[in-house]
């Protein structure tokens, strides 16, 4: 990898466990000095003390709260400027749109997009007359590749994700800013228990990958400046090949892949 474009210092959302927490050790390994942010402080501080040789900044914030982007900015660059985002916080649940409290639906919206455009505008604004190189990554799914019954609006918001990010890749083309989109599929992390998932086919339990996996394509691909970025064959192959399928019938492949909701519904977990 080619250290010359790293950054000196990333803000990284929902760092406490699973893939954010990966890429706060990924980035720690490159010399990147880091502000970590989820609501968990105790476990924040679990991941900070795993990043070995630079400095660690947490921020303990709900991004699924209104106003709370804007706040973790200005708190993230109080001690100085951010060179990378890592816009990873968000949570899903696997269950029928009507099934769940409409709260938690606002909660899910304000978290994986809005919260997620607010800190993306941050970035653009502090870098769009710079000349340093910066770097965005978002994290959508394999999951934004076609609708997902009983993840309706989870996946949905990844498509937004995925779209928004493509396109400020393409916005930014040429300028020291570039933004990344990676597409993970099923990750070993507390998403599944937390979300109500688990009960999966055997093509998506082959297709999971480790969360270090993830983090480490990413990662990569953000400083190799690419736009987007699906990690592992299997999964490379699913998304190339939904292309050659109705949507009805990506949408029904989908449903028989991840299996059935289990009955209870766990409570809201950041991933």
């Not at 402080?41 to 630079?54: F, N, P, R, T």
């Not at 070993?188 to 969360?211: L, P, Q, R, V, W």
């Not at 989908?254 to 909701?261: E, H, I, R, S």
Request: with cysteine.
């Amino acid at each position: 990898m080619n250290t010359t474009n790293i950054g000196k210092r990333a803000l990284v959302t929902g760092a406490s466990s699973g893939i954010g927490a990966a890429i706060a050790r990924e980035l720690a390994t490159l010399g990147v000095d880091l502000v970590l942010t989820a609501r968990r402080h105790d476990a924040l501080e679990a991941v900070a003390a795993s990043c070995k040789g630079v400095k660690v900044e947490i921020v303990t914030a709900d991004l699924g709260k209104p106003d709370a982007a804007h706040a973790l900015w200005a708190a993230a660059t109080a001690s100085g400027p951010i060179d990378i985002l890592i816009n990873n916080a968000g949570f899903g649940y696997f269950r029928r749109f009507d099934e769940v409290d409409w709260a938690r639906d606002a909660e899910l919206v304000q978290l994986n997009m809005t919260s997620l455009v607010a800190l993306a505008r941050c970035f653009v604004d502090a870098h769009k007359a710079g000349t340093a190189p910066a770097h965005m990554l978002n994290i959508s799914s394999t999951g934004a590749y076609q609708s997902v019954p009983n993840m309706a609006l989870y996946a949905a918001s990844k498509v937004f994700v995925r779209n928004f990010s493509e396109a400020l890749h393409d916005e930014h083309l040429g300028t020291p800013l570039s933004v990344t989109c990676i597409c993970p599929g099923g990750t070993e992390t507390a998403f599944h228990a937390a979300s109500g998932g688990g009960d999966y086919s055997k093509i998506a339990n082959a297709s999971m990958k480790s969360a270090e996996f993830v983090a480490q394509a990413g990662v990569r691909a953000m400083f190799a400046g690419k736009r987007t970025v699906v990690p592992g064959l299997l999964n490379q192959l699913t998304c190339f090949g939904v292309r050659f399928m109705s949507r009805r019938s990506a949408s029904r492949v989908a449903t028989q892949v991840l299996g059935k909701p289990r009955f209870v519904l766990p409570r809201r977990s950041v991933s």
